[in-house]
């Protein structure tokens, strides 16, 4: 066994084969040489800390290693190969509270992007990181057209993708991304509103307006989010990364599974117990469900450990700080079954940016 030591509200406008994809890793390596290795290596640091990197830029490969980075993006390292979990940067209010830029997501030089949908606060960013890093875009066909599409808009070139064909809820599809490293995916569905069940009270968290006032945003930032708000869905969908016996689960929205996608509750119920579930909290359902949809996540997956996300306060008072969420998220977790039960791993904004140290887990 392992030891395991929604589109956000803004919104107003979107066959099963095995694939292997780049061989072996390229990060896995050291990058080459010269001031493009200085920054991997400065970049890698930043993200998984000194000790987990070496002097070359190699990472270590007993340890799987996330980073979060605002919303539902993660860098991710596991047996040394370096990944992203959807590509955005939080803009406006929060422009300034995550320490990372667009250039140190590339120098990390993932092999990977794998988009859990095309909405622009999970997967604006990552026409440019792409193309600097070389990176492969992972996702649907229409996932991968906007990138490309944005890439060649920006006049940045061409960018790599694989288009994994799930047309319809509940399909699934696998693939490699290196070696010892299995993936298999499932399409679900995007965070909604629902007719109330009873079940749980709305929530509808307090706003905390002090990023505002604080951290004012740039015209830069707005123009951001005003370009990219006709960015599509496009398909939302769920991976299950497994090497060795670890396995993680991430999907950056929680739809309503009963009513809209019961056959997704079936595949993942099917699936082993996970090691690391991080999920998505934040999103439609909340008004009128409180956060029974991501909890109906949880119960399926039966990780050991789940890591909620998509509860960072960088666009209020539409969003609330991820401090809100923990009372709410503990009941609900204690009222699964035993069997279904996750033990909860906290991580809150502005504090566990970056850091890696609160989400390592040994391979």
Not at 62 to 74: A, Q
Not at 112 to 121: A, N, Q
Not at 158 to 175: F, K, N, Q, Y
């Amino acid at each position: 066994m392992c030891d395991l030591t929604r589109r956000t509200l803004l919104t107003s406008s979107a066959a099963a084969s095995a694939l292997t994809l780049g061989g072996t890793p390229r990060a896995a390596a050291a990058p080459s040489s010269g001031p493009a290795r200085a920054r991997t290596v400065a970049a890698r640091r930043m993200f998984f800390g000194r000790a987990n990197v070496a002097a070359d830029g190699r990472v270590r490969p007993d340890r799987v290693l996330l980073s979060w980075f605002g919303v539902t993006g993660f860098a991710v390292a596991v047996r040394g190969q370096v990944l992203l979990l959807d590509a955005w940067i939080p803009r406006g209010t929060y422009a300034r509270r995550v320490p990372v830029t667009t250039a140190d997501l590339a120098a990390l030089r993932p092999t990977h992007v794998l988009l859990g949908h095309g909405h622009f606060d999970h997967a604006a960013d990552a026409a440019p990181v792409a193309a600097a890093s070389g990176a492969v875009v992972v996702g649907t066909p229409e996932h991968c057209a906007q990138v490309r599409s944005q890439a060649a808009a920006l006049g940045l070139g061409p960018v790599r993708t694989r288009p994994l064909r799930l047309p319809d809820v509940g399909d699934e599809d696998e693939l490699r991304l290196g070696r010892g490293l299995r993936v298999s995916v499932v399409r679900h569905v995007h965070s909604a509103v629902g007719a109330p069940t009873g079940e749980a009270p709305p929530f509808v968290p307090l706003p905390d307006l002090t990023p505002v006032l604080t951290s004012p945003p740039s015209l830069a930032d707005g123009l951001h989010t005003l370009l990219h708000q006709a960015d599509e869905e496009g398909g939302s969908l769920l991976y299950r990364l497994e090497a060795a016996d670890f396995s993680l689960t991430w999907h950056d929205t929680a739809g309503p599974l009963r009513e809209d996608a019961p056959a997704v509750l079936d595949v993942l119920g099917r699936r082993p117990r996970s090691s690391v579930h991080v999920g998505a909290v934040q999103g439609f359902g909340q008004y009128t469900n409180g956060l029974r949809d991501p909890l109906d996540y949880a119960a399926a997956v039966r990780a050991q450990v789940f890591v909620p996300s998509h509860h960072d306060n960088w666009l209020p008072p539409i969003t609330a700080p991820a401090s809100a969420y923990e009372r709410v998220l503990r009941e609900g977790l204690a009222g699964l079954p035993a069997a279904r039960r996750p033990r909860l791993r906290f991580v809150r904004d502005t504090r566990d940016y970056l850091d890696a140290s609160r989400l390592t887990f040994r391979l």
